[in-house]
């Protein structure tokens, strides 16, 4: 084992920190592409990480079962790995695919039950209203909202909910709230990528209405009334309330019609080979210094 084993995983813990804190350029929709990208691939390495030197450990423990695991699963070399390192790698391990189910499954819960209401409004007077992805799913609101805002204010809403069913942004919400889950210093990552995703949807509205001040108005309006709670389906208005309306009432972020896709395209193609060139790198180098060794 050499320490290019824990680089991709270093490298995306260090990439999702700066993300997470240095605010973005980028139109809305490339930032939160971005962020999703750098979070889902922070948690494949972590769970990668932790499964490889697991295994290596277990090789170390039971050598006549190694006979049966891939070559390329292994670290290239007969040393044993010490307990100080794959004790910490077996737990982490199970520790992080605990987190993985127990967060997917109260996904799944609060899934079922959005999907269950979204036949109906909500029979509330705080205004709510929710994106419910899937076949049955659909833009979920309350009988508050309804009676609350003018036909515009409520076409705003469905254009900014209709947004987040279109591009599929649970899936976005998803890999950041794992991410954080995993690794809570990962959080702000995960709040910056809400935040994204909240005013890609925004400009989204904006630009179906053709009236930035009216989309800014109805935010701050349904602001007022308790968020809903960040899951897998986006809130109209759950997150950087401040931020948004002060965007919307600024001047349109510019589409990165270049700079966004050449970004994207570029840190998902590093992210996604990362793991795959440091595992080469460490059967190199580890080949490498053997065979130095065996000509000393």
Known sequence: MTWFTFLPLAIMTVLGLVLGRVPSALHPSWSARLLATTAAMTVLALLGTCFFVAVNYAATLAPSAAAHVPEWALFGDDRPLPALVGVPAVLGTAACFAITGRTALRWAGELRGARAAA????????????????????VLLSRGLMRGLTPDELQVVFRHEE?????????????????????????????RL???????ADEDAAE?????????????????????APGP????????????????????????AITGPLLFVGNGFVTSSLTAATLQLDHAVVSGLLTLHAIR
């Open 119 to 138: 036949a109906r409004p909500l029979e509330t007077e705080v205004p709510i209203a929710v994106a419910v992805p899937g076949r049955r799913g659909g």
């Open 163 to 191: 947004s987040h069913l279109r591009h599929r942004h649970h899936r976005y919400l998803a890999a950041g709230a794992l991410a954080a889950a995993l690794l809570p210093p990962l959080r702000p990552l995960r709040d």
């Open 194 to 200: 809400l935040l994204s995703v909240e005013r890609w």
């Open 208 to 228: 179906a209405t053709g009236d930035r001040g009216l989309v800014a108005r109805t935010i701050a309006k349904v602001a007022l009334a308790h968020p809903v």
């Open 233 to 256: 389906a986006a809130a109209f208005a759950e997150s950087g309330v401040v931020h948004r309306v002060e965007a919307l009432l600024g001047t349109p972020p510019d589409k990165n």
